[in-house]
């Protein structure tokens, strides 16, 4: 049986989620991602852990290893997802930057931005989650096309908030999915009990938290990163990009001037 089929049974296997749809593929190193979607998401209950407790009870740890990122989505089929950045409009409407602290002394970095052209269709989000000590990239364009958003308008929900909300929500989950890993690979490793250093993952309150770009000081590690983001060509209208070039040359300044800071 396929991995994909074996994740299909599993989750098909919890009662509590109902009618779940599954929309998974396999990417060029082999790794499973995309979206499972039901109405049960809606409530406000830990369904990562729910999700990601029973596949890694089912699966080889090789399998779950496979596993790069799910998301769980309430929202039934409204989201196309791309991965083409050259797809991305012109008109830039608002920047957002988040940020994870970790156990380990390093941080989640992440970075949502919207385009859209006057007319609001099609509205695009393109969001980046990274974390260079952790060997971490995500990143994904969601597409809301006319059809999308006409059906959003009729309930009365606007398309900026839903698709910015919607984002931030992923970048959420990709950074909980990430942790909840690091969490079961150092319980099984013997290294320390299930209740470990990552187990805050698992708590109602764990958030990302807004960070104040301008005055953040990144990492050398980050640095590198974020230099081969900043030269794709298909993102060079972006604002986010003179304002990460900004906060690059700032950094250097304070790295080479051998002052230490320590992450949050």
Known sequence: MELIDKIKDIVNGISTIKEPSFDLKVDNNSCITGTIRSK?????RNWYKTVYSAIQAALRPDEVDKIKMIFLDSQM????????????GTDVKRHKYWYSPTPDKNRYLAIID?????????????????????????????????????????????ILDYAFDNAYNNVEAAIKFDLMKRQS????????????????VNEKKFKIKPLNFTQAILTESEINQLYKIIKLKSLQQFKFISEVKKQIDFSLKLIKSGKSFEID
């Open 40 to 44: 049960s998401f809606e409530d406000d």
């Open 77 to 88: 089929d409204l989201v196309s997802e791309e991965q083409d950045l050259s797809a991305l």
């Open 185 to 200: 690979k150092l319980f099984e490793s013997g290294e320390a009990k299930w209740d470990n250093k990552y187990s805050y």
């Open 114 to 158: 919207m385009r859209y052209p006057k007319t609001m269709k099609p509205v695009k989000v393109f969001y980046i989650v990274i974390n260079p000590e952790y060997h971490f990239k995500e990143n994904y364009l969601i597409n809301y096309e006319s059809k999308v958003i006409d059906f959003l308008e009729l309930q009365g929900v606007s």
